[in-house]
Structures are given as C-alpha cells and as structure tokens.
C-alpha cells in the first residue's frame, strides 16, 4: 500500500499515468475512490495522484483534537514535497476545493494551476446559505456520531441547496464499488473534526489571495448556490475562468464526468500554458 508521511500522519495515496502531475483531494467523509475511475481517461496525457485527507479512507485518523483547512492545506504541502511533485495542477471537489482554495493562498509558488468543483468561497450571499453554515454544521458536530443522524443532516443540505434534490444512497457507493478498494469506515470522532474544519474554513477573517495562479471554478447546473461564489472569485480575480456543469447537482464527477475532463483539459491547454508562456518570454 503505498503512503508518504505528511504531517505526522501516513498518507495512503494511488499514483496512475505520466505527464503534467494533478493532485486530486476528495470532499468531506469520502476518500479517493470517488474520482479515482472518473479521471481514468485523463492518464494518456496526465499524472494522476488522488490520496485520502487526514480523517479519510486508508490515511484515516490522527492524535490532533481538532482540523482545520489551514491543517488540511499543511498536509497537502508537506504531501507534494514528499513526492517531489514540481508545481503540480491541483483539483479539489467541495471540501478538497476549500482546502484548494487556501492553499493556493498560503502557497502560491507551490502549483501550476487550481482546479475546484462544487467549492464554496468563505462569504455567506443568501439566507439559505446561513442557514446551513451557522445551523446545519453546527448540528453537524454536535450529531457527528451517529450516522442516522448524520444522513438526516446530510439531506436536510442537499435540499437547502436545491429544491429538486434528491437522495441517491448508491450513487457514489457505484463508483466506489468499481475502483475495487474497501478503505475501512469513517470514524465517528473523525467525523466531528471534518465537520469542524468545514465551520472553521466559514471563519475565515482574512481574504484569500491566489497569488496570480490561474483558477477554474467548476459547479453543477443543480446546486444554484455554488454560482455566486463563483461569480464572486471571477469577479475578485483575473485568472479566474468559471463554467456550469450541465445536468450536474454536487456529485457533478458521478453525474456529467465528461464535462468535467474535457474543460479540465481546455483549461490545462489554454490558460496555464499561456501563462507559462508569458513568464518566459
């Protein structure tokens, strides 16, 4: 099985095809699985490096009492130096583009480019979205133990995020299932610390910067209020590019992975070389 130190802590990490390194962070109580089949395509032309966050999957947990993103984009450092990864591309889905996100604030020279699907900035634009930052992940730690509860929280979200959710307990489990990797099952106090750091990351005082890294902010045609927060870092930042993922709620990879690779590679080819370019003519 292979794992790198990060941290203090045995990072468990899969490692397919050549070329141009992308480092790929899941999102909160998942683990690499969940892209690992939906980026497959992607290795002819591309390095493809998914690992399992402090917490998660085969890395599972750790002595720390509490996470942050701040430790999660710690970790993520110490994970590309560990592999001597030269300025990879960075692809992160929810809380892996959150952890992305201040990363590439707290790292500016340590990647190429930054790629985010379905990821909140820390600003707070609608009710609803109050709602779930201040009440839901509220509960969230306080219920984290127990699953029931937790599913319960998990689709009172999804149907503050979209009128016509709906819950589909097989469909990342489909995905899962195909890789043929059984990582063992999330722990309960485990839970509660993810839950913290997605609060914690809400929290944030200070604005996030990219240092001038290209950026491409990813959302599903059913999540509406990912949008704003992406028009928001269009708006604060030059380098940035957004785009809609037709017929996609938040699991966009399960649900339009297509797209998904195709404007990877568009992005990949266009803005980032072009700034290559630039910073060597």
């Known amino acids: 099985m292979p794992t790198v130190e990060t941290n203090g802590v045995e990072t468990y990490y899969e490692d397919y095809g050549s070329g141009r390194p992308i480092v790929v962070l899941h999102g909160a109580n998942a683990d690499h699985r969940v892209w690992a089949e939906q980026l497959q395509p992607l290795t002819d032309d591309y390095r493809i490096i998914l690992y399992d966050l402090r917490g998660h999957g085969k890395t ?29 591309v960075v692809l992160g889905h929810s809380l892996g583009g959150m952890i992305g996100y201040v990363f590439a604030d707290a790292y500016p020279d340590h990647l190429s480019a930054l790629i985010t699907v379905g990821s909140q900035s820390p ?3 609608t009710k609803r979205e109050w709602v779930i930052k201040t009440v839901l992940l509220r509960l969230g730690t306080l219920v984290a133990e127990s699953e029931r ?94 785009a809609e993922i037709p017929g996609a709620s938040h699991n966009a990879q399960v649900d339009n992975p297509e797209f998904i690779r195709k404007r990877v590679r568009e992005f990949l080819d266009g803005a980032v070389d072009e700034r290559k370019r630039a910073a060597t003519s």
């Open 123 to 125: 600003q707070t634009f």
């Open 149 to 242: 509860l937790m599913k319960g929280l998990q689709w009172a979200q999804m149907k503050l995020f979209d009128d016509d959710a709906t819950v589909d307990p097989d469909e990342l489990h489909q995905i899962r299932d195909v890789h043929g990797c059984d990582p063992p099952a999330l722990e309960p106090i485990e839970r509660g610390k993810i839950m913290r750091a997605s609060r914690n990351y809400f929290e944030l005082a200070r604005p996030l910067e990219f240092g001038g890294t290209p950026v491409l902010v990813l959302y599903g045609e059913d999540e509406p209020m990912i949008e704003p927060h992406a028009e928001h870092f269009e708006r604060q930042f030059d380098e940035c590019r957004i």
């Open 60 to 88: 599972g947990g750790s002595d720390l009492d509490r996470y942050s993103v701040d430790t999660y984009a710690n970790d993520l450092a110490a994970f590309i130096e560990a592999l001597d990864l030269d300025h990879p």
